[in-house]
């Protein structure tokens, strides 16, 4: 269990989540001991490569992947520009759902020339036949999220990679927040890219990886050195990799079950309790969704004020909507699903969530839910 402030409760784990004990133990560990350049064969330098390998070999097995498949990053959003950088010398137009990410929606636009942009339903969920038909003879690569970040949809993932691959396009999978939380084989589901990061299932901040199928080779976003095989230059990130390969070695099979079983616990008691709320609305897919996410339509209050009751009841959540410093921007994955784009409440859990943190939030919701109303009124 992770320290917080006396009486709080966090519920923001799809934004990130608490470092795991024991990320923060091998880190520690690790910044205690003499190391090196890792590109160097001093005995420094190799004690500072075995530690990489064996982190690297940890995270290639619960993604599914072979060790020299993975590549670290800084994070999801370097993985996907990288991807999208990468693939964009193939061809002219790229395929993107309209519920990806904004780093998958804003790389495209810079660097993939041509986007398609493909519709969802209302609960944020791509019609694979939809990509599929979007393709074209200059398409450079399709995207698909894995789970929404926003109302927790889970995609077509595996029919969208199979017809691409008969059609022979590159696709890549957004699985931020899929990997920790669902199981996820990368060799078996046949994606070409695969970006994920550390930080949203427990692991160090400025850290993830980009999952590249073996045997495909492309351009370098980051040149200058020949770090990672010479597909990411740069030095290694030490600390951050270690812990990470310690987060991945402590979501074994069957710890990943665990806690995705206790994640839905957890949301689903939400989900029961808001049914009885009036002016309450679930968005998403009630039944392909990811365990640790709901997203709930408040009807006529601002998502500020309903975030800033929570937090005076010591609950953090989150939005839907982009949150700047002076405006809440509407949600284009919401208004691409043709739902109230301003008013949303994202709660999110995570590996270290209590039911005392479920207790919390549903007994203060429906309290700041009717003093906002009452206030309007």
């Keep these: 269990m992770t320290e917080r ?9 799809a ?3 608490p470092l795991r004990p024991e990320a923060a ?3 520690i560990d690790w910044l205690g001991t003499a190391h090196g350049d890792p590109s160097r064969i001093h005995a420094e330098g190799l004690t500072s490569r075995v530690a990489i390998e064996q982190a690297r070999e940890h995270v290639a097995t619960m993604l599914g992947a072979r060790s020299r498949e993975v590549v670290f990053t800084s994070g ?9 950088w990468g693939a964009a010398e193939r061809g002219g137009h790229m395929v993107v759902p309209a519920v990806e990410h904004s780093a998958v929606r804003e790389a495209a636009a810079v660097h993939g020339g041509q986007v398609t942009v493909v519709g969802v339903d209302r609960t944020g969920r791509v019609d694979p036949d939809a990509v599929v038909a979007a393709i074209r003879a200059d ?6 999220q894995w789970a929404n970040h926003e109302v927790g949809t889970v995609q077509p993932v595996r029919e969208v990679v199979q017809a691409c691959r008969e059609r022979g396009v590159l696709v890549h999978v957004d699985a931020a927040q899929a990997a920790g939380r669902l199981p996820l084989a990368f060799g078996e589901l046949g994606a070409d890219l695969v970006s994920v990061s550390a930080h949203k299932f427990g692991g160090p901040p400025g850290i993830g990886a980009l999952l590249i199928r073996r045997g495909l080779r492309l351009r370098r976003l980051l040149v200058g050195g020949d770090q990672e095989r010479a597909r990411r230059a740069g030095f290694e990130n030490l600390p951050a990799i270690v812990g990470f390969g310690a987060t991945c070695a402590r979501l074994t099979p069957a710890r990943l079950e665990e806690e995705a079983s206790t994640a839905r616990r957890h949301t689903d008691r939400v989900l029961d309790a808001v049914a009885d709320l009036d ?12 365990p640790h996410l709901v997203c709930l ?22 939005s839907g909507s982009a949150c700047s410093s002076e405006a809440l921007e509407p949600s284009p994955v919401l208004e ?3 739902v109230d784009a301003h008013r949303s409440l994202r709660i999110s859990v995570g590996w270290d969530t209590t039911d005392g943190d479920i207790d919390a939030l549903l007994g203060a919701l429906p309290e700041v839910i009717t003093s906002l109303r009452a206030l309007r009124a």
């Design 15 to 17: 934004s990130t989540s």
């Design 336 to 338: 691409a699903m043709g």
């Design 76 to 84: 999801a959003t370097e993985s996907i520009v990288t991807a999208i």
């Design 297 to 318: 339509g408040i009807e006529g209050i601002e998502p500020q004020a309903v975030l800033l009751g929570l937090d005076r009841a010591g609950i953090a959540a989150h």
């Design 5 to 13: 402030g006396v009486g709080r409760h966090y519920l923001d784990h």
């Design 25 to 27: 133990a091998a880190m």
């Design 139 to 144: 398409t450079s690569l399709v995207n698909l």
């Design 279 to 290: 002016g309450v609305h679930v968005y998403g897919d009630p039944d392909q969704r990811a």
